[in-house]
C-alpha cells in the first residue's frame, strides 16, 4: 500500500515570496491534515479536511496561508508572502474513518521550508 | 483548550537501560492517546490507547494509560541506539476532529 506522498522535500526561498506544497493522502484515506512542525516542537494543526469540505481551520494563518482539496482526494498548501517564521517542515496526514471512526494518523515524509 | 504536555523533554541514557516517558493531557471528550516515533522524517505509529490499565506491547515498547489520572507513559527496555528518536504523545477527542500534539521528547541512545 502506497504511503502519504508529499512534495517537494525541500524548499528554500525568501521572505515575501510564495511557496506551495502537495499531498497525496493514502487511497480511501477521508480525511486529511496539514500540520506545521517547527524545529523543537510538536506538530500544530493547520487544516483539516474530509473529503473536500473544511473541518477545521482555526489555526490557519488565512492571510497568508490557504490550501485546497478540491476533489477529495489530493491537496495543496500555499504560502503567500512568506515570513522568517515560517519555516518548518510541513507535515500532511491522512486517516481511514471520519469523526469517532478516525483511527491513527499516517503521515507523509514532510516538506521542509526555509524561509531566508 | 486542549493540551499535551511531555516529560522529559530531553533525555540521554546509555545502550541496555530501560526509559520511562511520560504524558498527560487535558482534553474535552477523550476518545484515545497515540504514540509516534519521530526519526529524521514521518513519525511512524507505536501505540493507540483507549482504555485504562490495559497495556500495549510490541517488542521492548509497551505503554500504558490512567484515563482518572490523565496520563500516560511509554516504556522502552533495553534500548539500542535506533531508539533514537523524537517520541511524540498526541490525543483525539472523541468527535475525532483532530489529534493535539505534545512537544515530544527527545531520546539519545549512547553506545
Known amino acids: 500500500e502506497a504511503g502519504v506522498a508529499q512534495s517537494p522535500r525541500y524548499k528554500i526561498i525568501e521572505k515575501r515570496q510564495s511557496v506551495a506544497f502537495w499531498c497525496n493522502p493514502i487511497s480511501g484515506h477521508a480525511t486529511l491534515y496539514w500540520y506545521q512542525q517547527i524545529l523543537g516542537q510538536g506538530p500544530k494543526l493547520l487544516i483539516q479536511f474530509q473529503n473536500n469540505g473544511v473541518v477545521d481551520d482555526s489555526q490557519l494563518p488565512k492571510d497568508r496561508f490557504s490550501a485546497e482539496r478540491l476533489k477529495g482526494v489530493d491537496s495543496t498548501l500555499k504560502i503567500q508572502p512568506a515570513k522568517l517564521e515560517d519555516s518548518a517542515v510541513y507535515l500532511c496526514a491522512s486517516s481511514l474513518g471520519t469523526g469517532a471512526n478516525t483511527g491513527e494518523l499516517f503521515f507523509g515524509e514532510g516538506s521542509r521550508l526555509t524561509v531566508l | ?111
Open chain 2, 1 to 111: 483548550e486542549d493540551k499535551v504536555v511531555q516529560s522529559p523533554l530531553s533525555l540521554v541514557v546509555h545502550e541496555g537501560d530501560t526509559v520511562t516517558l511520560n504524558c498527560s493531557y487535558e482534553v474535552t471528550n477523550f476518545r484515545s492517546l497515540l504514540w509516534y516515533k519521530q526519526e529524521k522524517k514521518a513519525p511512524t505509529f507505536l501505540f493507540m490507547l483507549t482504555s485504562s490499565g490495559i497495556e500495549k506491547k510490541s517488542g521492548r515498547l509497551s505503554s500504558i494509560l490512567d484515563k482518572k489520572e490523565l496520563f500516560s507513559i511509554l516504556n522502552i527496555t533495553a534500548t539500542q541506539t535506533g531508539d533514537s528518536a523524537i517520541y511524540l504523545c498526541a490525543v483525539n477527542d472523541n468527535y475525532g476532529q483532530n489529534f493535539v500534539f505534545g512537544p515530544g521528547t527527545r531520546l539519545s541512545v549512547l553506545p
